[in-house]
């Protein structure tokens, strides 16, 4: 059931970016603009989401030869990284349409450029890294921010201006959501995932964290409550409280990077000498290694079968 499931839900959020870029065609607000008064769905963004499910569509996998479904990723994440550098050149020159219809706002640009790095380092490296989580808890930090300031009407935490350049629109933020749970179903990148999974221990650490983390905006919206805040201070504060969320994710990266080093990974061993590699290539005995690593004190005492193997060497010797 499950293997129908994700190519399925993939196919209803694509119709549904079809449906909007129609609206655009046909002028039909309520397609673009579901929500009245919101900004509107750029048909470059839906176009751009449209790229995306396609691309994980086919990670999915269809009975295709694996150099094939290479080339098809290859020339999916091609398009949309075109379509991205193509709006952020007529950003730079002040532009906001193309063909008469707006291009997406920055923010909605930056967080694709995050998942297209994403994506290639998932396809390009098979070993856990710390890049993947910064990469992941940045996007989600963005969109989460943004879908807590549209629910709770708090437009500074949605960056959006009164040209709307900035920030994400809920449609956008909403569908960025989806992708990421498809995307974090299938990862196999991320440290935080595989400590999870693996050592029992540490999730109480990270649901901890991830628990602080989901409540940082909501933070955020009880600081600005009975605040009043002029129009030309709402993206200095967005910046800053982007800032601060940022400072959040890089202490989660140091927490999750001790863990990970010091609880899991490939640790190499002499099988003779039983001396254990360090990072810097030295060969250490393992006495050593637990005092520098973990502040143990060893004390020597023989086990029942090492002392046996003692007395039958012993006897052997006599």
């Known amino acids: 059931m499950e293997k129908y499931l994700k190519p399925l839900s993939s196919l209803v959020i694509i119709s549904f970016f079809i449906t909007s870029i129609i609206g655009w065609t046909q002028g039909w607000e309520l397609l673009y603009r579901p929500i009245p008064g919101a900004p509107v769905l750029s048909p470059y963004t839906s176009i751009g989401f449209i790229t995306l499910f396609l ?3 086919n990670l999915q996998g269809a009975n295709i030869s694996e150099t094939i479904s290479n080339q ?9 990284t075109s379509i991205l550098f193509f ?67 708090e437009v500074i935490l949605t960056g959006m201006t009164e040209n709307n350049d900035i920030g994400l629109s809920l449609p956008t933020a909403l569908a960025f959501c989806l992708y990421m749970a498809l995307l974090i179903k299938d990862d196999h990148l991320t440290y935080t995932k595989l400590l999870f999974q693996t050592v029992k221990w540490t999730k109480k650490y990270i649901l901890v964290y991830a628990l602080s983390y989901l409540a940082l905006p909501l933070l955020f919206i009880l600081l600005l409550k009975n605040v009043e805040i002029t129009p030309g201070d709402h993206i200095k504060i967005f910046f800053s409280f982007s800032t601060i969320g940022l400072f959040f994710i890089s202490l989660f990266l140091v927490l999750i990077h001790f863990l990970s080093r010091t609880h899991t990974g490939l640790q190499m061993i002499c099988s003779y000498t039983k001396r254990i590699k360090t990072d810097d290539g030295h060969w250490i005995s393992i006495e050593s290694y637990l005092k520098e690593n973990y502040g143990h004190r060893i004390k020597h005492e023989e086990s029942p079968n090492g002392q046996k193997a003692m007395a039958k060497q012993l006897k052997k010797n006599s």
Do not use: M, R
Request: charged content about 10%; aromatic content about 14%; glycine content about 6%.
């Open 55 to 57: 691309y994980k569509l």
């Open 87 to 153: 709006q952020l050149a007529l950003y730079t020159n002040k532009g906001s349409e193309i063909l008469g219809y707006p291009i997406s706002s920055i923010s909605t640009i930056l967080t694709f450029f995050l998942i297209i790095v994403f994506e290639i380092l998932s396809n390009e490296s098979k070993e856990h890294t710390l890049v993947a989580d910064a990469i992941l808890l940045t996007s989600i930090f963005w969109f989460y921010i943004s879908i807590c300031g549209h629910i709770f009407g």
């Open 72 to 80: 098809l990723k290859i020339t999916l994440l091609a398009v949309l």
